[in-house]
């Protein structure tokens, strides 16, 4: 008898080990009672936004209760929503789709069409310009509600700019130089630079080109993007501007080459410029709230002529295929996505709806006259460009990251051959996904 | 029919608890040997994210590796890691055990304290060694600005990146590897060394003569088992370096992680994953051609 | 060589291998702007770096979901490994050296190419996110049943057979008679594979996301990269001084027999 006990000690382990992670949460309790599970994006204001929307709604739909779970932190949302596709443990609905990212869901079968829905077509005609509307389609369909931009604009500093002796915001490459060399320097005269005119991280990390290289390729182009019917076309003059142009900011030190540790240097007033969405606004309110600055669109190449372009930084929202109540899920979506409640997405998180009244609609007229900068913003909607619905696009970002740090960050390259580079390996991505 | 009569014979023979006793290993083996073998074979002739139906497409996933310069990249920052990791490991290695080795006091405790970084987690290991290469405030371009010389850019440049890791992986490893040389040491007969002293052999001649030689297979094992390392090195750049700066600390295990789990290609990532574990075969066996000596008699 | 340059040596050789981890803790102790310095001592120690830590991830569940990770991952080696082992050495049914020859090989293949495999297979059977999926993949190893085959081999074969005379089961004769008599094999193997599990990493980082799961290097390598620690130096070491810790303590135990086993590593080339 007693040789058999470490064999049942560790059957009865394995045993406990498989019990103790079946506590997933059920869809049913309550009978006639639905349960939705909603992600948000994990800042804290879009936390505190879907919290308040959240508990809105289950106090008016109790037989529609809704359980709010912010996308884990430690991974990036694109890499929680596929894995969780895989394992089929998607949410009923989120709020951070972004569309450079949607090809992979859709493929995997991972997302409801919404225009199934009878009022998917009134709905969103009250909302979003027919034309935008139509950017976010997929052969026709629609898998994702566009439901918020952030147009990516240049913040700076008006302390720092007058102190330096700089009288008005740069508008062009050159200006911006200008400027620059007037502000960086060495404040503590110690050898070492320690006021910038700006800052990247220094990382190759893909998502950061949607902060600098690319709505700067936009604005230079006046609103081209990467691909252009389905084939790369990204290797022009102005691609090779936009990579000169960073490349002349590190290697002119206006710039920094090292990682920043401890806290955003524009909150810190260690850089004069940052390049963000209108959510940048909240942050500097609640972090910085002493700091003085304005907002102007990106610098773009001296000979540039007419409006401004950049990047619309879209997040989107689907309902995943998963769900046992797509309508349920499909009026919770509605709800998140009315008039009432974008006007909540702008007081919360400082981020702009994807609706055609914004400026004209007399619900938000008081908010835009109480926040000014927000009105720049809003003003720039209309040439924003958004994701190239490549597969991989995430891959061809990481490719331009990597040209972006071994030409602009340390030189290793002319932005010309950087560009070329940026484009073979894109078009060794595209040649294998066909 | 005499053979079949030989197999039945045979079964007869044989101890049916052996079987049973084996049994365990054999769904063990069926399910993370045999099937995950045989579906990588199918799976790198295949496009797939997990999530999508797979994709047939032949050869296509090495078309793209040999277009693909990270690929290269990752096996040229494996070999600059062996080529500085392996001879700095066994020199070491092989100086503190022969250290170690003599007439000492306390030689457990000094044999513990270099084991320590063995046991300890290479987590623990990267954090620390991010800490003591910082450029600014690391311990050790501190003790290099107090000596008067001028700070080293460890991890910060591409240049220094690879041979800085392999530097911190040679710490984390040499007490492995100076356990197993006193094992080697330990196996040499003191009447070789006793006869070389009548001889008239000095230090030196007994070293390159007699303890050289003769810790060969050593050396062998050593050199293989830090190929293998080198080969899977990933927490390290991954916590450390994150494969940069300009990939120069892109491994080929993080090369693989990333292309499986960050953008989402099984089938690539298999590919890869094959042709690396060739490349592994092939080095290892060269290195044993190289290194073996004949038997000393 | 002289015996103070002996000496010599070896004491800067445990200076640089010792003073890291002094270093380490030392700063885990220290005030933020302290940490920087060389010196160890401080008069200035406090934990806020640890509260700091234990505030910011559950880092204590991460260490009871290591322990139980390595923990059945080790029995489960030694129990299954040396009833393998056994058969291997002992027992004589058709197929044994066939067996014995496809363990030698597995041995041998490098696990790039089984790990995306693996992990499919993890997601086939659903297990992503669970504890099953950190356990089961590593519950054999057939290092593990060589070196008890080894072992088993030198045991006297006239004792089995008595054994067997007085009506004992196989199973009878592995755990009551065979396990005392292998402690130093049990214990190297239980060492080896308890080390390797606890401080694997890659394997959490691919089949475990949920946080409330995560094993505690990888909930320590998240905590590093994933940019939570702020880039504060002190909460920093102090995670990997947890980390490190329960390591450390074991091996001050059981020193010399963590030397011993990896010297049987060796073996494996």
Not at chain 1, 1 to 28: D, H, I, W
Not at chain 3, 181 to 187: E, F, G, K, N
Request: overall charge positive.
């Amino acid at each position: 008898m007693n040789s058999v006990r470490p064999y049942c000690v560790c059957v009865l382990l394995l045993f406990f080990v498989g019990c103790a992670n079946k506590n997933q949460t059920t869809t049913e309790s309550k009978a006639g009672v639905v349960h939705l599970t909603y992600w948000p994006a994990p800042n804290p204001e879009e936390i505190q936004l879907a919290d308040t929307l959240v508990r809105q709604w289950n106090r008016l739909h109790p037989d529609i209760q809704v359980l709010m779970q912010p996308i884990p932190v430690s991974q990036s949302t694109e890499e929680v929503l596929l894995a969780a596709i895989a394992g089929k443990t998607t949410p009923d609905i989120c709020s951070n789709i972004w569309p450079g990212a949607l090809h992979d869901y859709t493929e995997a079968g991972g997302l409801v069409e919404l225009n199934k829905f009878p009022d998917f077509d009134s709905v969103m005609a009250a909302r979003t310009p027919h034309d935008l509307l139509e950017t976010f389609s997929t052969d026709g369909k629609y898998y994702q509600v566009p439901w918020k931009a952030n147009p990516v604009m240049m913040f700076y500093n008006i302390r720092m700019f007058r102190e330096a002796g700089v009288d008005s915001v740069p508008r062009t490459y050159s200006q911006y130089f200008a400027a620059a060399k007037k502000i960086t320097r060495d404040t503590s005269g110690d050898g070492q630079i320690d006021v910038w005119m700006g800052e990247r991280d220094i990382r190759p990390l893909w998502w950061q080109r949607l902060f600098d290289f690319y709505p700067f390729y936009i604005g230079a182009s006046s609103g081209l993007t990467l691909f252009r019917n389905d084939s790369v076309a990204f290797e022009n003059r102005y691609a090779d501007e936009v990579m000169g142009f960073f490349q002349q900011c590190y290697a002119k030190q206006y710039f920094p080459h090292t990682f920043f540790q401890g806290g955003d240097p524009f909150l810190l007033q260690k850089k004069a410029t940052n390049f963000s969405g209108p959510w940048f606004i909240a942050t500097i309110y609640k972090l910085a709230p002493y700091l003085r600055f304005g907002v102007a669109p990106l610098p773009v190449p001296d000979d540039h002529t007419g409006p401004v372009f950049t990047y619309g930084n879209y997040k989107n929202i689907a309902i995943f295929s998963t769900t046992k109540h797509p309508k349920e899920a499909w009026q919770f979506v509605k709800y998140l996505i009315s008039a009432q409640h974008d006007l909540l997405l702008l007081k919360i998180a400082n981020q702009l709806p994807v609706r055609g009244d914004l400026l004209t609609n007399k619900l938000f007229a008081e908010y835009f006259r109480e926040n000014p900068l927000m009105v720049k913003f809003a003003e720039e909607v209309p040439y924003t460009r958004g994701d190239d619905p490549a597969p991989d696009l995430k891959e061809i970002l990481d490719g331009i990251s990597q040209e972006y740090e071994a030409c602009a960050v340390y030189s290793k390259k002319t932005p010309a051959e950087a560009i070329h580079d940026a484009v073979k390996r894109t078009k060794v991505i595209v040649d294998w996904n066909k | 029919m005499k053979k079949r009569l030989n197999i039945r014979h045979a079964w007869k023979q044989s101890d049916k608890t052996g079987f049973w006793f084996v049994s365990p290993y054999a769904i063990f083996f069926f399910l993370f040997v045999a099937y995950p073998l045989c579906f990588s074979f199918i799976l790198i002739f295949n496009r797939w994210n997990i999530v999508t139906p797979m994709e047939w497409v032949g050869l296509r996933n090495f078309d793209r590796m040999f277009r693909d310069p990270l690929f290269f990249k990752s096996i040229v920052n494996t070999l600059v890691f062996l080529l500085i990791h392996i001879p700095l490991q066994i020199c070491v290695a092989l100086g503190l055990s022969l250290l170690l080795n003599s007439k000492i006091k306390m030689r457990g405790f000094f044999r513990a304290i270099y084991f320590l970084p063995v046991v300890v987690s290479g987590v623990v290991v990267t954090i620390l060694w991010q800490q003591m290469y910082s450029f600014d405030d690391g311990v050790l371009n501190r003790l290099l600005t107090l000596v008067g010389l001028s700070r080293i850019p460890w991890i910060v440049d591409p240049s220094f990146a690879m041979p800085s890791i392999a530097i911190m992986a040679t710490w984390k490893n040499v007490g492995i590897y100076i356990v197993l040389f006193l094992v080697g040491l330990q196996g040499i007969p003191n009447e070789l060394y006793e006869s070389a002293n009548i001889d008239g052999a000095n230090d030196r001649q007994q070293f390159w003569k007699i303890t050289l030689p003769l810790l060969n297979p050593t050396i062998i094992v050593i050199v293989v088992l830090s190929t293998i390392g080198g080969f899977s090195l990933f927490i390290e750049p991954y916590v450390l370096t994150g494969g940069g700066p300009l990939q120069s600390t892109l491994s080929g295990m993080l090369y693989i992680y990333n292309q499986a789990f960050y953008f989402g290609h099984m089938g690539y990532a298999a590919a890869l994953g094959f042709v690396f574990a060739l490349i592994i075969l092939v080095v290892v066996l060269l290195q044993r051609k190289l290194i073996e000596t004949e038997p000393t008699s | 060589m002289k015996t103070v340059t002996k000496y010599f040596l070896l004491l800067i050789g445990m200076v640089i291998f010792a003073y890291p981890f002094l270093w380490m803790l030392s700063g885990s102790l220290k005030p933020e702007l302290e940490i920087g310095g060389l010196g160890l001592w401080s008069p200035h120690f406090t934990m806020a770096a640890y509260k700091n830590v234990l505030t910011k991830i559950p880092i204590i569940r991460a260490f009871l979901n290591s322990c139980l990770v390595s923990l059945s991952v080790t029995a489960s080696v030694v129990v299954f490994g040396s009833m393998v082992g056994y058969a291997l050495a002992k027992l004589h049914f058709i197929g044994r050296t066939a067996l014995y020859l496809l363990i030698l090989f597995t041995m041998m293949i490098p696990f790039q190419i089984t790990l995306i495999p693996q992990y499919v297979l993890m997601v086939k059977l659903g297990l992503v996110d669970t504890y099953l999926s950190l356990i089961m993949p590593t519950m054999m190893s057939g290092f593990s049943i060589i070196l008890f085959r080894q072992f088993f081999m030198s045991v006297p074969q006239a004792l089995i057979d008595a054994a067997r005379l007085d009506g004992c089961s196989d199973l009878r004769i592995l755990f009551r008679l065979i396990w005392p008599l292998s402690r130093p094999v049990i214990i190297t193997v239980a060492i080896l594979t308890f080390m390797t599990s606890w401080n694997d990493v890659l394997w959490p980082l691919i089949v475990v996301r949920n946080q409330s799961l995560m094993t505690m290097p990888q909930l320590v390598t998240i905590f590093v990269i994933g940019g939570q620690a702020e880039a504060q130096l002190g909460s920093l070491l102090a995670a990997a001084t947890l980390l490190a810790l329960p390591v450390i303590i074991a091996y001050a135990f059981f020193q010399r027999y963590f030397i011993e086993s990896m010297a049987s590593t060796g073996l494996k080339g």
